[in-house]
């Protein structure tokens, strides 16, 4: 019993002691039914944790969470964003741009031209053959330009230039040079052939332009605005008065304005700049308010009616031509403006049958391309690191540009005739040839590029699978 007893008053001591450390650390905790807890218990059990969240949803899809509404359109955006930025895209750009502005006007020039070719008691695919022959020659001068490294490119452009000086003096000489529409710029070379100098001193304006101002840029001479403008400045001046002695003011402009490209380009201060434009605009103004037919051409810029003595006969029935097109033409061969309504369809004013033909498709078209062969000759001269490659591309590009916004610029009714054919799309091959070699020359340009040049030998046959084999056992293995 005395057993019993103590062990009574031990169980009773250690409820006490239990209850009191209880009530010091708080009120009893309670089990899920309310019941208290063995007074041994108290001590183990954890306060009771808050609501429990509810499991996020799981997606039904394995592939992770949905992608947000527009992703499709903006993958696509990236897709077209990386292709646009690829090392060999303007070298596809330009090529393909100059191949196929080539094609078309040779398809426009047979539509364009059948006509007056009956008229003049020739057969109608007369001004087509020579158009072809000079195109295949072109694309052999296109060929033989890409092809070519900068160095040998640097090397002609003396050549050229004193070349290009010399027929262009033949031409003023009696008996030698050729007046075609009242401009004395022509030589005869024999049966139905012709050469116009002043196409090929365009071809070589840029290139010495180019030879000269990047030997001095590596000289650092260009800070000086003596060494900027001599000899560069004197010798357009020389090649403008040669053109202007023959009278065509139409390629005198587009010289000007490789001059300009040039010149800006090297970074002229704007000082410089508008003092050498002005002088060009008020010597342009002079040249222009002598001449009775400029004047007549300049006061036909959107006209909307033949005027007296059909002065603005031509600009007229342009307008006529686009304007009976529509969205997608009459069909090819069947403009009525080409017979007999509309001079010079198959030259200066292609444009107009091709709206009227092919409608405002096939004009959009046309614009669309020397938009592309324009922005790669910018992103080409942009991205290079050699001054001439700068230079020489950006001369190409401006006489391209300015040349086609003068022609198209001339058939909207937005610009007076110039008289100037649109680059690589109307008849003529004396302006096709020197066109065709400055798009050579843009090619081997955009070849020339490191990224580029990395790009084109990956895909030469054999040479992918080799460098993938070095790169498989240059690969680091943790085998053993």
Wanted: positive net charge.
């Amino acid at each position: 019993m005395p057993a019993e007893e103590s062990s009574a008053a031990r169980g009773r001591d250690r409820s006490r002691a239990t209850s009191a450390i209880s009530r010091a650390l708080g009120p009893p905790l309670l089990p899920a039914g309310g019941a208290p807890l063995p007074a041994g218990l108290a001590l183990r059990v954890r306060p009771a944790a808050g609501p429990r969240r509810p499991p996020a949803a799981r997606s039904r899809t394995s592939g992770g969470p949905r992608s947000p509404r527009g992703g499709g359109a903006r993958r696509l955006y990236e897709q077209a964003r990386r292709a646009w930025d690829r090392p060999l895209t303007a070298y596809y750009l330009i090529l393909g741009a100059g191949l196929l502005i080539t094609v078309l006007g040779l398809v426009m020039v047979y539509s364009a031209s059948m006509i007056k070719a009956l008229e003049l008691g020739k057969p109608g695919t007369y001004f087509f053959r020579k158009q072809f022959l000079a195109a295949v020659i072109g694309a052999g001068l296109m060929a033989a330009a890409a092809r070519m490294p900068v160095k040998l490119h640097r090397a002609l452009a003396y050549p050229l230039l004193m070349g290009a000086v010399f027929l262009m003096v033949l031409v003023q000489v009696p008996g030698i040079g050729m007046s075609v529409n009242g401009n004395r710029n022509w030589l005869y070379l024999g049966g139905p052939f012709q050469l116009q100098p002043s196409e090929f001193g365009k071809l070589a304006l840029v290139l010495w332009g180019a030879d000269l101002l990047a030997r001095k840029q590596d000289k650092r001479l260009l800070n000086q605005w003596k060494h900027m403008l001599v000899p560069l400045v004197p010798v357009a001046f020389m090649l403008l008065g040669l053109i202007m002695l023959g009278g065509d003011m139409g390629t005198a402009i587009i010289l000007t304005a490789i001059l300009f490209g040039l010149l800006w380009l090297a970074g002229a201060p704007t000082r410089l700049f508008a003092g050498v434009l002005g002088s060009a605009g008020l010597i342009a103004f002079l040249l222009i308010k002598t001449s009775p037919n400029r004047m007549s051409r300049l006061d036909c810029m959107g006209a909307s009616e033949p005027g007296p003595g059909g002065s603005c006969w031509q600009a007229v029935h342009g307008i006529y031509a686009l304007a009976s097109g529509g969205w997608f033409g009459s069909g090819l061969g069947a403009s009525v403006e080409k017979w007999g309504q509309l001079p010079e369809p198959h030259t200066d004013f292609i444009f107009a049958i091709t709206g009227e033909e092919l409608g405002l498709a096939g004009t959009l078209s046309v614009l669309a391309l020397f938009a592309a062969l324009g922005y790669a000759g910018i992103r080409v001269a942009g991205r290079t690191e050699d001054p001439f490659v700068r230079y020489a591309a950006g001369g190409v590009t401006t006489w391209i540009t300015a040349q086609a916004v003068i022609n198209i610029g001339a058939v909207l009714g937005l610009l007076p005739i110039a008289g100037v054919p649109l680059p690589l799309f109307s008849y003529g091959g004396s302006a096709l040839l020197p066109t065709m070699f400055a798009v050579g020359l843009l090619i081997a340009f955009a070849r020339a590029d490191p990224a580029a040049k990395a790009a084109l030998a990956m895909r030469r046959p054999g040479v992918r699978w080799k460098t993938m084999r070095r790169r498989v056992k240059k690969r680091p293995s943790g085998e053993r």
